[in-house]
C-alpha cells in the first residue's frame, strides 16, 4: 500500500532503518481496541523486524512537494521525496529534484526532473568538502559508496567530468571516459580545451592518476597523447603543466602559454611558458619568483621572442629578435640596511610588437634602478650606492649612472669632553660643530647621431648599435656617437664647520641683550678626472680638448651669522582683546668667497681670440667667483591676548597671533653693478 504526504514544507527526522519499519500494516489477527468515533484511526504497530539496519547516526530528510511511502510485504519499503529533496546522514548531503529512499538496503537513488529544454533538480551529492552532480545517483549509506552517471565535481581550479564515477568508503574516486579541464563551462556546454582519458582515479582529493591521457580543443583530437597522467589537484601551490592558448594573429596560427609552473620550496617557484607559431616564430617566457616575509621578495621575468616574417624557405625572410628582462627585487638586510632593485632592459620592438600591455605600447622611455642604503644610528652615518639608467625609445638615448655614492655624516662636536666636572663650563672650542657630505658620480651617456651624419661618415652600419652595446666597446661609441669618452666621472666633498655661542651684552656696551653670533665656513674639493684647454684653430674657430688626468677644485667660503630677539607692548585693548605684543626677530649675515678664477688659483686658462682679445676660462665646471654679500632679514610677529570672564568672575587668558610680516634684502659687495639687491616683503594673516 502507498502513503503519502502533501504540503509546502515536510520535514522527517528519523532512524529509517526501525522507526519507519514501525508503521508497516499489522496481520489480521492482531487485536486493537476500536477507537472513537470522534477521534481518528491511529496507525498500526508492529514490532520491528530483524536484520534492522546498522546505521551509526540517523538520516534526516525533508522534501518541498511531497513524501510518498510505499511499504511491500516482502519487507522493501521504499519512500521517495518530490520537490527540492534533501536527505543527510552524518557528513553526507544529497539535494536532487526526487530522491528513493531503499530502506532493505540503506540505499539512496536520486534523479532529475527531465524538461523540454533539459534537466532541473539535477542531484547534487557533497561528502565532506567533495561536490559532485550528475542526471542519476545512487549512494549507499552502510558501506559509503555510490554511482553518478555523467558526474561532474570540481577540484580547486579545475572540473572533472565523468561518463560514470564510482566512489569508495576512503573517498576515492573511479572515473569512466572522463575529462579534466580548467575551463568553468555550464553543464553540457563542451570546453575550449580538456585532457581525456577512459580511466581515471582521484586520490584524496589532491591527486588525478589517468591511463592514456589526450589533449582535445573542443571535441578535436590533438596530436598532444600520454601514455599515462598524474594532475595534481591540491590547494595550494603545485607543480604541474600550464593549459595553453590557440589562435591565430599575424605570425599565423599559434599555441602558446603551454609550458610547465615548479613550485621550488615554500619561498620560491619557476614557471616556463612556451609559444609557437605556424609561420616558424616561438617564443618562450621563464619567470623565477621569491618570497620570504620581512626579509625578501622579488621577481625575474626574461621573455624572448624570435619572430620569422614572411615564409620559411624564402630568401628574403627576416627574423627579428625581441626581448625583456624585467627584475624587481625588495630586501631588507637588517634593521639598518636595505637593497632596492627595478630593472628593466627591453627593446623598443618587444614594447610595440609583443607586449599586450597598453602601458607598454605607448611608454616612451625605460628606466632602472638599483639602490642600497645603509645607517649608523649611533654615530649619526648613511651610505647609499644608487645605480640608474633611463633610455628614450624615439631616439635610442641613453644615460647611465654607474655608480652613484653618497655618504654622510651629521653634526659632531669632535673636541667635546665627555665628562665634565659639576659647574664646569663648556669650553669656547668645545662649541665647534663639524659634518661632513660626499658624493661621486659616474655616468655613461649616449647619443647616438642621426642617418644622415652616419652616412656622411661613411658608417650607415652604426645606426644599428644599442647603448648597451657602446658601453662595453669604445670603438662602437665612438662610431655610433662620433666621441671618444665614455665615461664621466666626478666626486665632491663638503666639509661645514660653525661654532655657535651666544653673548648676553652688547659688545663694548653695558647694555643687555641676548645675541647670537655663529661664525661658520664650507671647504669644498671636486675631483675631475679631465680637464678642458681651448685654442683658436687656423680658421678662427674655437677648438676644445679634454686632457686626461686627476685635477682636484678645492674651494672654500666663510660667513657670520647673528640673531636676536627683543619685543614690544601696545597697551590698546578693545573688548575682552587686551594689548598687542610685538616680537621683532632680526638676522644678519655676512658671507666671503675668494675669487677662484683669478690666476693664483690655478683653476683657470686664457686663450686669445681671433681679434686678439684675451679671454679666460676654468678649465672645470663650478670655479666659484668673488662674492662679498652682506644680508639682512626681518621677521615680525603680532600677537594679542583674549581674556574673557565667566560667570564665576575667573579670567581666562589666550594667546592669539594676528599676522606675521617679513622683510629681507642683500648687498654684494663684489658686484660690478646693482649691489644691492630688491627688497621682498611679505606678509600672511590667518582670519
Known amino acids: 500500500m502507498g502513503l503519502v504526504f502533501l504540503g509546502l514544507a515536510v520535514l522527517a527526522p528519523m532512524a529509517l532503518a526501525q522507526e519507519v519499519d514501525t508503521t508497516r500494516t499489522a496481520p489480521a489477527d492482531t487485536t486493537q481496541a476500536a477507537p472513537a468515533p470522534d477521534q481518528p484511526t491511529p496507525p498500526p504497530q508492529q514490532a520491528a523486524p530483524e536484520g534492522s539496519s546498522s546505521l551509526d547516526a540517523p538520516v534526516e530528510f525533508a522534501a518541498r512537494d511531497s513524501l510518498v511511502f510505499i511499504f511491500e510485504e516482502n519487507g522493501n519499503d521504499i519512500a521517495t521525496l518530490f520537490g527540492e529533496a534533501t536527505v543527510s546522514y552524518d557528513e553526507t548531503t544529497l539535494k536532487a529534484y526526487a530522491v528513493d529512499v531503499l530502506f532493505e538496503r540503506d540505499e539512496l537513488h536520486a534523479r532529475g526532473l527531465r524538461t523540454d529544454t533539459g534537466y532541473v533538480g539535477l542531484p547534487q551529492f557533497s561528502e565532506g568538502d567533495e561536490p559532485f552532480s550528475g542526471i542519476e545517483l545512487a549512494y549507499n549509506l552502510r558501506t559509503e559508496r555510490g554511482r553518478v552517471v555523467q558526474g561532474r565535481t570540481s577540484l580547486d581550479d579545475g572540473f572533472i567530468a565523468a561518463d560514470v564515477a564510482k566512489v569508495t568508503e576512503d573517498s576515492t574516486l573511479y572515473i569512466q571516459d572522463g575529462s579534466y579541464t580548467t575551463c568553468d563551462c555550464p553543464p553540457g556546454e563542451t570546453p575550449s580545451y580538456s585532457l581525456r582519458s577512459q580511466k581515471m582515479k582521484i586520490v584524496d582529493q589532491e591527486r588525478i592518476f589517468t591511463g592514456p591521457i589526450q589533449l582535445y580543443i573542443f571535441n578535436i583530437p590533438t596530436p598532444l597523447w600520454l601514455p599515462f597522467g598524474f594532475l595534481p589537484a591540491k590547494e595550494g601551490r603545485r607543480s604541474g603543466p600550464l593549459p595553453p592558448q590557440y589562435g591565430e594573429d599575424e605570425r599565423g596560427f599559434y599555441l602558446r602559454g603551454w609550458g610547465w609552473y615548479q613550485a621550488i620550496n615554500e619561498y620560491m617557484d619557476l614557471q616556463v611558458q612556451a609559444g609557437i607559431w605556424s609561420k616558424g616564430s616561438w617564443q618562450i617566457n621563464p619567470i623565477f619568483r621569491y618570497n620570504r616575509r620581512y626579509r625578501y621578495d622579488g621577481r625575474l621575468n626574461i621573455d624572448y621572442l624570435r619572430e620569422l616574417s614572411g615564409e620559411r624557405d624564402d630568401p628574403d625572410v627576416i627574423i627579428q629578435r625581441r626581448a625583456s628582462l624585467r627584475w624587481s627585487h625588495n630586501q631588507t638586510i637588517s634593521p ?60 635610442g638615448a641613453a644615460n647611465l649612472t654607474l655608480p652613484s655614492l653618497n655618504l654622510r655624516q651629521s653634526s659632531r662636536r669632535p673636541f667635546e669632553r665627555d665628562r665634565r666636572a659639576p659647574g664646569q663650563d663648556e669650553r669656547w672650542y668645545e662649541k665647534l660643530t663639524v659634518s661632513y657630505s660626499g658624493s661621486a658620480d659616474n655616468r655613461y651617456r649616449f647619443e647616438p647621431l642621426d642617418e644622415d651624419e652616419l652616412a656622411a661618415r661613411g658608417d650607415t652600419a652604426a645606426a644599428d648599435i644599442s647603448w648597451y652595446e657602446a ?89 657670520l651669522s647673528a640673531n636676536t630677539t627683543f619685543y614690544g607692548i601696545f597697551p590698546v585693548g578693545v573688548g575682552p582683546y587686551q594689548g598687542v605684543r610685538h616680537t621683532v626677530r632680526p638676522t644678519l649675515s655676512a658671507n666671503y668667497t675668494p675669487d677662484f678664477r683669478s690666476d693664483r688659483w690655478g683653476y683657470t686658462r686664457t686663450f686669445t681670440t681671433a681679434e686678439g ?53 642683500s648687498y654684494n659687495f663684489a658686484a660690478d653693478s646693482l649691489k644691492l639687491s630688491d627688497i621682498r616683503l611679505s606678509g600672511r594673516t590667518r582670519i
Open 613 to 665: 682679445e684675451e679671454q679666460r676660462y676654468p678649465i672645470v665646471s663650478g670655479v666659484s667667483s668673488e662674492q662679498r654679500s652682506l644680508s639682512l632679514r626681518l621677521s615680525n610677529v603680532f600677537e594679542t591676548r583674549r581674556v574673557p570672564t565667566d560667570t564665576t568672575q575667573q579670567s581666562q587668558s589666550r594667546t592669539l597671533k594676528l599676522f606675521n610680516v617679513d622683510a629681507s634684502t
Open 336 to 395: 639598518t640596511s636595505t637593497l632596492r632593485a627595478d630593472i628593466d632592459l627591453t627593446s623598443s620592438g618587444y614594447l610595440r610588437t609583443v607586449s599586450e600591455q597598453y602601458e607598454d605600447n605607448v611608454r616612451q622611455q625605460v628606466t632602472s634602478s638599483i639602490n642600497y642604503s645603509k645607517q649608523w644610528q649611533q654615530a649619526g652615518r648613511s651610505l647609499s650606492i644608487n645605480a640608474r639608467q633611463s633610455q628614450t625609445l624615439s631616439t
Open 471 to 559: 658601453l662595453v666597446d669604445p670603438d662602437k661609441y665612438r662610431r655610433a656617437t662620433g666621441e671618444d669618452n665614455r665615461f664621466d666621472f666626478e666626486a665632491s666633498h663638503r666639509v661645514p664647520l660653525s661654532m655657535p655661542f651666544t653673548l648676553n651684552r652688547v659688545p663694548l656696551t653695558q647694555r643687555r641683550l641676548r645675541l647670537n653670533l655663529t661664525p661658520n665656513a664650507t671647504y669644498t674639493e671636486d675631483w675631475f678626472l679631465r680637464t678642458e684647454r681651448r685654442q683658436v684653430d687656423t680658421t678662427g674657430t674655437v677648438v676644445r680638448e679634454d686632457v686626461s688626468g686627476f685635477f682636484a677644485l678645492r674651494q672654500f667660503t666663510t660667513g
